[in-house]
């Protein structure tokens, strides 16, 4: 590990974020000696990221934080085709107003992490369609074209893996290490970006635009990237049994996000503990060391660290509490996520099964029916082991709630209206 004298790279290094740079020495002394601005890329895909691009949000935040300036690229121009890599057929293409609304929808997150502004050390986020859709395709050919090699490109990992499969990689995709490129070089003339940072999937697409710049006069220009994560199973980060783990928060509210966190796996409670809070790395060491049983609280803290990160402190000390009255106490929690369903519905009676699916407990009611058969299914924290139960208003609570249950983690309130 290289001996990092910057604040920043220095960090970095410490909490796990760096896979590899283009220059550790020569970016190493740009940071020392100078407010850098730098970058990272996101792609307008859905109207949330989620939480597997966390890793790349914390680097900008990172940055901020040691007295630098983060730019968070939104792909409004790039998104039109979609990026190719690793992938194993093309993106469906999307709508310019579809582009738009998501990028509105990952704006909303970017503000729990960075202070934006016209400071020399605020945060910007702009847009690569201000630049890309008003290009002159002749032009470009002749001006930035001409710097590309077609043997080069066939040559990086994100393209081979297409074709050595022999899936069919488009010319639109082909051109998009063209247009990532020049935006490094059109992000340098405009603001100054003197680094791409992104996952190491992107390395050849980061060095393609530190080439690029080269051959048309930019200052030198770095990468860094991060390691692709997954967790100590193999799962992909941002995943859970239920779909994506989104980080707005009118696509998954603060409890089961705070959830996602503490069901976080022994081996990654450390690193998840660098790379996503910002905790002292003394009291990662503590809380890492812990065992057994005690290892629950340091999930505790990781899960109520991360989300008050996004939702804020109170909401973090509301899901900790929910989860603590719901599991230690065996209480019904009224801020548990909550359905409603019609009265009259539950009047004539409701399967359970089907429940279960509104409730998002189960994809479907096969699926339910094999929790049930399995034991894991409950209601009111009564087992339940007929698939043909009908659910009623007989069934409600003091509280005038049905608790439905999955396991001893995933629990939603009904409600009747």
């Known amino acids: 590990m290289t001996a990092f004298k910057s604040d920043f790279l220095r960090t970095l290094s410490e909490r796990g974020f760096i896979h590899q740079t283009s220059d550790d020495a020569g970016l190493d002394e740009l940071f020392r000696n100078e407010t850098v601005t730098a970058y990272i890329g996101f792609d307008p895909t859905a109207p949330s990221l989620h939480a597997g691009g966390l890793i790349q949000i914390m680097m900008l935040h990172w940055m901020q934080k040691t007295g630098h300036r983060p730019v968070a690229l939104m792909g409004g121009g790039t998104g039109m085709i ?25 704006k909303k997150v970017f503000a729990n ?103 048309m006069g930019t200052p030198q220009l770095y990468a860094l990237t991060s390691p692709l994560l997954t967790t100590s199973s193999g799962a992909k980060m941002g995943k859970s049994a239920d779909g994506a783990v989104w980080l707005n928060p009118d696509m998954l509210g603060a409890y089961d996000f705070w959830q996602y966190w503490r069901n976080t796996e022994d081996a990654d409670v450390e690193r998840f503990l660098k790379l996503y809070t910002t905790m002292p790395l003394d009291e990662v060491a503590r809380l890492a ?48 996520p909550t359905i409603e369903v019609e009265r009259s519905a539950l009047e004539e009676g409701v399967g359970v099964l089907s429940l279960f699916v509104t409730a998002g407990l189960a994809a479907s009611n096969g699926e339910a029916r094999r929790h049930v058969k399995g034991g894991a299914v409950r209601l009111n924290d009564q087992p339940v082991s007929d698939d043909r139960q009908a659910v009623t208003l007989d069934n409600l ?20 209206v």
């Not at 310019?96 to 929808?105: F, K, M």
């Not at 060391?289 to 402190?313: F, P």
């Not at 609570?397 to 009747?416: A, D, Q």
């Open 82 to 106: 979609g990026d190719p890599s690793f992938k194993d057929e093309a993106r469906k293409l999307m709508t310019p107003e579809t582009i738009a609304e998501n990028i509105a929808g990952i």
């Open 113 to 215: 992490y960075l202070t934006f502004g016209d400071g020399p050390q605020d945060a910007l986020m702009v847009n690569n369609a201000d630049w890309l859709l008003g290009i002159n395709y002749l032009e470009f050919l002749r001006d930035v074209g001409r710097h590309f090699s077609v043997n080069r490109m066939l040559s990086f990992d994100s393209v081979k893996l297409r074709l050595d499969r022999e899936q069919s990689l488009s010319f639109l995709e082909f051109n998009y290490m063209i247009l990532q490129a020049y935006d490094y070089v059109e992000l340098n003339r405009r603001l100054g970006c003197r680094l791409q940072m992104g996952g190491s999937d992107q390395w050849g697409n980061i060095v393609n635009g530190i080439d690029l710049g080269h051959r």
């Open 289 to 336: 060391a812990l065992q057994g049983a005690e290892l629950n609280e340091a999930k505790k803290v990781l899960a109520t660290e991360v989300t008050a990160m996004l939702h804020g402190r109170d909401a973090a000390d509301e899901a900790a509490e929910t989860a603590r009255k719901t599991f230690e106490e065996g209480a019904l929690a009224q801020t548990l």
């Open 397 to 416: 609570t003091e509280e005038g709630v049905v608790k439905l249950s999955l396991g001893k983690k995933k629990h939603v309130l009904l409600r009747p």
